[in-house]
C-alpha cells in the first residue's frame, strides 16, 4: 500500500483517531508518521504524554507492516518495549520513523524513534513485535 492507500486505510478503519495523525514517506525500509498532538495529548507537566506517544508508535508500525502485505486488519501487537528519553515540547509535532527489521508469515519486528519537531534529538524508543494472521 501506497502513502495514500494507507491514508484512506486510516480514515476508514480508524476514523475516531485518523485526524490526529498525519502519513508522511513511505520508505523502503518503513515509514514516517506525525501525531499532530494538541491539548487532549498533553499529561500534566506540559508534555506529550506516554499513551499518546504509544499510540503513535503502534499505529505508525501497524501502518509500515501494511504497506507491505496489504490491508490485513488482524495485525496485531504482540510486544512493545519503548523507551522515554527525553520530554517533547508541548506545542509541537512528534513523528515516528519506524524501520522494519523482519517481515516474515506470522510475525513482523521493528524498531522506530519518536523526535519532536522542535528537537533534533529522539524523545523514545520503541522496539514492537506484531502477529500476522495466516492467509486463508
Known amino acids: 500500500m501506497d502513502a495514500p492507500a494507507l491514508s484512506a486505510f486510516m480514515a476508514r478503519e480508524f476514523s475516531q483517531v485518523a485526524d490526529d495523525f498525519e502519513?508522511?514517506?513511505?520508505?523502503?525500509?518503513?515509514?514516517?508518521?506525525?501525531?499532530k498532538a494538541s491539548e487532549?495529548?498533553?499529561?500534566?507537566?506540559?508534555?506529550?504524554?506516554?499513551?499518546?506517544?504509544?499510540?503513535?508508535?503502534?499505529?505508525?508500525?501497524?501502518?509500515?507492516?501494511?504497506?507491505?502485505?496489504?490491508?490485513?486488519?488482524?495485525a496485531v501487537t504482540t510486544s512493545c518495549?519503548?523507551?522515554?528519553?527525553?520530554?517533547?515540547?508541548?506545542?509541537?509535532?512528534v513523528c515516528a520513523d519506524v524501520r522494519l527489521l523482519k517481515l516474515g508469515r506470522s510475525l513482523a519486528v521493528a524498531d522506530l524513534l519518536i523526535y519532536s519537531e522542535s528537537e533534533a534529538d529522539p524523545v523514545a524508543r520503541a522496539s514492537m513485535t506484531y502477529a500476522i494472521p495466516p492467509s486463508r
Open 23 to 35: 502519513l508522511g514517506e513511505v520508505t523502503p525500509q518503513g515509514l514516517r508518521l506525525w501525531l
Open 40 to 74: 487532549k495529548h498533553l499529561r500534566p507537566g506540559g508534555t506529550v504524554s506516554g499513551p499518546a506517544m504509544f499510540a503513535l508508535a503502534d499505529i505508525a508500525v501497524y501502518l509500515a507492516i501494511l504497506s507491505r502485505i496489504g490491508p490485513v486488519a488482524l
Open 81 to 93: 518495549s519503548i523507551d522515554f528519553m527525553r520530554k517533547p515540547a508541548a506545542g509541537h509535532a
